[in-house]
């Protein structure tokens, strides 16, 4: 039997933070623990299969963390798994019941605004790309082939935009889980 | 920040935002302060390291608690002046409404 596998994007397929959590605790009750999680993991990431675990994943974004903030999650007991970019993810084992890190609903709120944010940046130069490609487009007086050129890279910016705006809407509409 | 705002943006108050600040009467760190809490309401609110880091940062950006000394990365709180005038205002309100309950329970 296999005991190595490969998850692709799965970053952009587990939108919602919550969601994300419980994929990777799934993943953990059947034994498949990631390699690594760093810059590149949202678009590969590596697992390994292993003992069956208990976990509770937890998935932060935090584009400024204090250098307090690790050592208050391990203080809590909670193992460090890796970062992609500012997305922080953490997982302890329990028995009993599911321990939670955003103990309240204005925190999880709060988390869950902070990736609302963290994609909004990337929304919006996707946004500023594809405008100014499109004007290159439409006003430049550069030849028929680089016209095509821009108008092409123009609509890829305004068709990733637009499936940002869609995360955006679907991690609102999960705002308090 | 004037008093004013604060007092717009922290009353009332959530309960995790209430023991907090109650636990930095005494100078704590994060998981101090969990600990002090889960003793307080024996066991009915634990809070998480997500929500301690968060609700710190506010309240330290508000200028409600402040720094007073760091030991192997771990950050202790003190409530300041305005901290306590908030929180001695929020019991206030919390006392008015147990008055106010009286004969309901």
Redesign the interface.
Same mark, same amino acid.
């Given at each position: 039997m296999k005991d190595k596998k490969t998850y692709w994007l799965t970053a952009f397929r587990y939108v919602v933070p919550a969601d994300y959590e419980k994929w990777f605790e799934e993943l953990a009750a059947d034994g498949w623990h990631p390699v690594r999680v760093g810059q590149w993991s949202s678009i590969a990431m590596r697992f390994r299969k292993g003992e069956p675990k208990k976990y509770r994943y937890?998935v +932060?974004m935090q584009p400024a963390p @204090? @250098?307090? %903030?690790? &050592? &208050? %999650?391990k203080?809590?007991g909670?193992e460090f798994v890796g970062q992609m970019a500012s997305a922080y993810v953490w997982r302890r084992e329990y028995a009993g019941e599911r321990?939670? !890190?955003? !103990? +309240?609903i +204005? !925190?999880r709120r709060?988390?869950n605004r902070r990736f609302i944010w963290a994609v909004a940046v990337s929304f919006a130069a996707f946004l500023i790309c594809g405008t100014g490609l499109a004007g290159g487009f439409i006003f430049s007086g550069l030849g028929d082939s680089e016209k095509l050129q821009m108008g092409i890279f123009a609509a890829i910016c305004f068709a990733a935009a637009a499936a940002l705006s869609l995360v955006m809407r679907k991690i609102a509409k999960n705002i308090d889980r | 920040m004037n008093i004013d705002k604060i007092k717009e943006r922290f009353i009332p108050m959530s309960e995790t935002m209430f023991y907090i600040l109650l636990s930095l009467c005494k100078e704590r760190h994060g998981y101090g302060i969990m600990q002090h809490v889960r003793e307080l309401t024996r066991g009915r609110v634990v809070l998480g390291a997500g929500t301690i880091y968060q609700s710190l940062q506010k309240l330290e950006a508000n200028k409600l608690i402040e720094p007073v000394k760091e030991e192997d990365r771990r950050k202790y709180y003190l409530i300041t002046k305005n901290g306590k005038e908030i929180l001695l205002l929020e019991a206030a309100r919390i006392k008015e409404l147990y008055k106010n309950l009286e004969g309901l329970i």
């Amino acid at each position: 039997m296999k005991d190595k596998k490969t998850y692709w994007l799965t970053a952009f397929r587990y939108v919602v933070p919550a969601d994300y959590e419980k994929w990777f605790e799934e993943l953990a009750a059947d034994g498949w623990h990631p390699v690594r999680v760093g810059q590149w993991s949202s678009i590969a990431m590596r697992f390994r299969k292993g003992e069956p675990k208990k976990y509770r994943y937890v998935v +932060d974004m935090q584009p400024a963390p @204090k @250098k307090e %903030y690790k &050592t &208050t %999650y391990k203080d809590f007991g909670w193992e460090f798994v890796g970062q992609m970019a500012s997305a922080y993810v953490w997982r302890r084992e329990y028995a009993g019941e599911r321990p939670e !890190s955003f !103990s +309240d609903i +204005d !925190s999880r709120r709060g988390r869950n605004r902070r990736f609302i944010w963290a994609v909004a940046v990337s929304f919006a130069a996707f946004l500023i790309c594809g405008t100014g490609l499109a004007g290159g487009f439409i006003f430049s007086g550069l030849g028929d082939s680089e016209k095509l050129q821009m108008g092409i890279f123009a609509a890829i910016c305004f068709a990733a935009a637009a499936a940002l705006s869609l995360v955006m809407r679907k991690i609102a509409k999960n705002i308090d889980r | 920040m004037n008093i004013d705002k604060i007092k717009e943006r922290f009353i009332p108050m959530s309960e995790t935002m209430f023991y907090i600040l109650l636990s930095l009467c005494k100078e704590r760190h994060g998981y101090g302060i969990m600990q002090h809490v889960r003793e307080l309401t024996r066991g009915r609110v634990v809070l998480g390291a997500g929500t301690i880091y968060q609700s710190l940062q506010k309240l330290e950006a508000n200028k409600l608690i402040e720094p007073v000394k760091e030991e192997d990365r771990r950050k202790y709180y003190l409530i300041t002046k305005n901290g306590k005038e908030i929180l001695l205002l929020e019991a206030a309100r919390i006392k008015e409404l147990y008055k106010n309950l009286e004969g309901l329970i």
